[in-house]
């Protein structure tokens, strides 16, 4: 988590940007006649913007010692593996991430790029073609010890939500390629 | 006698033969998923909202609500055993719990967990049955100036009770809020943040926002760690006579701190937990073996977190403000299934109400039953290879969000608030103060305006009414409190030292 950790100054000079982009977008919420809307539209977003600005500010401008809240420790804590942590930086050489890259940032990356491909493909490619390349993508992805295994679960899953999901609740998942199937 | 009565006719719709097997399922899919590396009872509940749809509300609340218990209690198993705590609510069983897995009675720290949690379970659903309906009574009070109050301190109270700071929390809650009001102004027709996006005219629902900072942000997290083979022998599931007498009182006293904890808006299963654990490690005797795998140090933290679960229903079923992040989150789902909680459910939907608490009793008693036996082999759930897993979730997610509306559109805004959510952990912003104002969000602007509307625009109008400028002024301690508190122990520490 180390690689996406920014400080508090940049962070709060961000969300003051969005804050003034969001009170600009609120003055252009149109108003109507007093009489019959006594609170306009626009005055909840105008005082949400107003207050994320403000603790924006406070975020940004606040002394370097508040910047590490003990949630950093907590999440080092979350994460349940301090021993963990502490070997796989240790290790050097070792894997300090779950796949096959070792930067975190590149292994956050190709996880969002894959699901975001997953994502793009489910409607044109169809729900059990998408998912199942997916899931053993994935699960290559993660260094499974045996691929066989993942194989038979992406398929077993997959089948099993189609069927599930698709002919007993009757929630319409894409068929995409397989549509000419009756699926 | 009127509680009994209620609650008999509670039984009576849970012991339905469909109602008695989605409660055993409920609490088996919870114990399961909880059980699951950072799958909390949040992920649990928002995973199987989508099998609800179309079944009897009642059914529904009791399916979810049996989902929630099941996960708090999983959660306690992957503390025990991995030292690794789904939820922030079972982190400190971990501190006695672990040690003892270690010293290879993992199944006896199990057997104290469960025990421990069917106790406080049961304790603190005596004091929802007596003071629900008190408090139901006093909330019919309420009208839209108090209403807007309430969720003001619902939403300050959970925010200054997050352990990340109070700027962080503030700021997540007001994100929340913000993405609340996106979508068609119900009161005018204005089109509000849509950027000129028809999937947005409806607004975002809370399923994807949910999904995407809890288990998509968690993926993310799990994906940055290596695999850990490590596996301990889960052992006995025995205790000695010695090890119950002790972990008696100290079961009861986490019950009611925990319950009370999981009463107030804000508090619910990790104070109370962690209040538990504290007052418990203040009172014993043998305090220094605390952390070393002390009974009462698991028994106190467990009975705590269950009953603190329980009580966090008292403020969603009779105000309709939830007193965690996973009673937001069961709050959309019944505002989903058509059905407003608060003061009005007593009268307009008595079996939800009472079903709800009845099949939480047997949910209990499911749970014990259900977990005692099977923990050795539940267990082995916590060896489903991570490389399987994570993907897995994120199907999981996708189908979830896609049977929402059927676009694709809701997909990427999913996967947007995954990378959110992992970015905002990372730096330390908490996650439940977003989802809490996400869902707080519109029924305080609706009760903000409608009180504006009733007072002739007189902003006045919370001041002026007592129980509104009470709930406000406590808002404002709720906020203030704390920082003040540190500063001056801060100050008294330094004129010591």
């Given amino acids: 988590m180390e690689s996406f950790r920014f400080s508090d100054r940049v962070i709060g000079l961000v969300l003051a940007a969005g804050a003034v982009a969001y009170l600009i977008a609120a003055w252009q919420i149109p108003q109507f006649a007093l009489d019959t809307v006594p609170v306009q539209p626009r005055v909840f977003p105008l005082a949400l913007g107003a207050l994320l600005l403000l603790l924006a500010v406070l975020l940004a401008i606040r002394p370097a010692g508040a910047s590490q809240p003990p949630g950093a420790e907590h999440d080092a804590e979350a994460d349940g593996s301090p021993e963990e942590d502490a070997g796989s930086s240790d290790a050097g050489g070792q894997a300090r991430t779950l796949g096959r890259s070792s930067r975190p940032r590149v292994e956050v990356l190709i996880l969002v790029g894959g699901t975001a491909a997953y994502i793009g493909l489910l409607e044109p490619l169809g729900f059990i073609p998408a998912t199942i390349a997916f899931l053993l993508a994935g699960s290559w992805w993660f260094r499974t010890?045996?691929?066989?295994?993942?194989?038979?679960?992406?398929?077993?899953?997959?089948?099993?939500?189609?069927?599930?999901?698709?002919?007993?609740?009757?929630?319409?998942?894409?068929?995409?390629?397989?549509?000419?199937?009756?699926? | 006698m009127d509680a009994l009565q209620d609650l008999a006719f509670g039984f009576t719709v849970v012991f339905e033969p469909f109602n008695l097997l989605l409660v055993a399922s409920g609490v088996l899919a919870g114990t399961i998923i909880g059980m699951l590396p950072g799958l909390g009872?949040?992920?649990?509940?928002?995973?199987?909202?989508?099998?609800?749809?179309?079944?009897?509300?009642?059914s529904a609340l009791i399916l979810l609500a049996g989902v929630y218990y099941g996960a708090v209690f999983g959660g306690s198993t992957s503390s025990i055993l991995l030292n690794a705590?789904?939820?922030?609510?079972?982190?400190?069983?971990?501190?006695?719990?672990?040690?003892?897995?270690?010293?290879?009675?993992?199944?006896?720290?199990?057997?104290?967990?469960?025990?421990?949690?069917?106790?406080?379970?049961?304790?603190?659903?005596?004091?929802?049955?007596?003071?629900?309906?008190?408090?139901?009574?006093?909330?019919?009070?309420?009208?839209?100036?108090?209403?807007?109050?309430?969720?003001?301190?619902?939403?300050?109270?959970?925010?200054?009770?997050?352990?990340t700071g109070l700027v962080k929390g503030l700021l997540a809650g007001t994100f929340g809020v913000m993405v609340s009001i996106i979508?068609?102004?119900?009161?005018?027709?204005?089109?509000?943040?849509?950027?000129?996006?028809?999937?947005?005219?409806?607004?975002?629902?809370?399923?994807?926002?949910?999904?995407?900072?809890?288990?998509?942000?968690?993926?993310?997290?799990l994906a940055l760690q290596p695999q850990n083979e490590s596996q301990e022998a889960i052992g006995s599931l025995r205790?000695?006579?010695?090890?119950?007498?002790?972990?008696?009182?100290?079961?009861?006293?986490?019950?009611?701190?925990?319950?009370?904890?999981?009463?107030?808006?804000?508090?619910?299963?990790?104070?109370?937990?962690?209040?538990?654990?504290?007052l418990e490690k203040r009172v014993a005797k043998d305090a220094d073996t605390f952390g070393k795998g002390n009974t009462?140090?698991?028994?106190?933290?467990?009975?705590?977190?269950?009953?603190?679960?329980?009580?966090?229903?008292?403020?969603?079923?009779?105000?309709?403000?939830?007193?965690?992040?996973?009673?937001?989150?069961?709050?959309?789902?019944?505002?989903?299934?058509?059905?407003?909680?608060?003061?009005?459910?007593?009268?307009?939907?008595?079996?939800?109400?009472?079903?709800?608490?009845?099949?939480?009793?047997?949910?209990?008693?499911v749970l014990l039953m259900l977990n005692l036996p099977l923990i050795p082999l539940l267990a082995r759930i916590l060896r489903t290879p991570r490389p399987l897993l994570l993907p897995l979730i994120i199907?999981?997610?996708?189908?979830?969000?896609?049977?929402?509306?059927?676009?694709?559109?809701?997909?990427?805004?999913?996967?947007?608030?995954?990378?959110?959510?992992?970015l905002m952990r990372a730096n330390g912003f908490p996650a439940a103060p977003l989802i809490l104002g996400l869902i707080l969000g519109a029924i305080m602007e609706e009760s903000m305006r409608q009180a504006l509307q009733i007072s002739g625009g007189a902003w006045s109008v919370f001041l002026e009414q007592p129980i509104s400028a009470t709930l406000l002024a406590l808002a404002a301690v709720s906020l203030l409190a704390p920082p003040l508190v540190a500063r001056w122990r801060q100050r008294s520490r330094a004129s010591v030292g």
């Fill in chain 2, 183 to 221: 979508g068609i102004d119900l009161q005018t027709g204005t089109l509000r943040y849509t950027f000129g996006m028809p999937e947005l005219f409806e607004g975002v629902d809370f399923l994807i926002v949910a999904l995407g900072v809890f288990a998509l942000a968690e993926v993310l997290r």
């Fill in chain 2, 85 to 163: 705590p789904g939820i922030a609510g079972t982190v400190a069983t971990s501190f006695d719990g672990y040690p003892m897995a270690r010293s290879g009675r993992a199944g006896a720290a199990l057997a104290i967990a469960a025990i421990a949690s069917f106790i406080g379970g049961t304790i603190a659903l005596i004091g929802l049955a007596l003071v629900a309906p008190a408090l139901a009574s006093v909330a019919v009070a309420f009208g839209p100036a108090e209403y807007f109050a309430l969720m003001v301190l619902g939403l300050t109270a959970v925010t200054s009770l997050s352990d």
């Fill in chain 2, 239 to 278: 205790l000695s006579r010695r090890e119950l007498r002790d972990m008696a009182p100290a079961t009861g006293r986490g019950s009611l701190v925990g319950f009370f904890s999981g009463i107030l808006p804000g508090a619910g299963a990790t104070i109370g937990s962690f209040l538990g654990y504290g």
């Fill in chain 2, 41 to 58: 009872p949040i992920a649990a509940i928002a995973l199987l909202i989508p099998t609800t749809f179309g079944m009897d509300p009642s």
């Fill in chain 2, 296 to 365: 009462k140090g698991i028994a106190a933290p467990e009975s705590a977190n269950n009953a603190a679960a329980v009580g966090s229903f008292v403020p969603l079923l009779t105000l309709g403000v939830p007193g965690s992040g996973t009673t937001a989150v069961l709050l959309g789902a019944l505002l989903v299934l058509g059905i407003q909680p608060g003061p009005l459910m007593f009268a307009d939907r008595p079996e939800v109400f009472w079903g709800v608490i009845a099949s939480m009793y047997i949910g209990n008693i």
């Fill in chain 2, 395 to 422: 199907v999981f997610c996708v189908i979830g969000v896609y049977g929402l509306r059927f676009n694709t559109f809701d997909l990427w805004l999913l996967l947007l608030f995954g990378v959110l959510g992992f």
């Fill in chain 1, 145 to 183: 010890a045996r691929l066989w295994v993942a194989a038979t679960v992406a398929v077993g899953v997959t089948l099993a939500a189609q069927l599930g999901l698709g002919e007993l609740l009757g929630v319409r998942l894409p068929a995409g390629v397989l549509a000419p199937l009756g699926i």
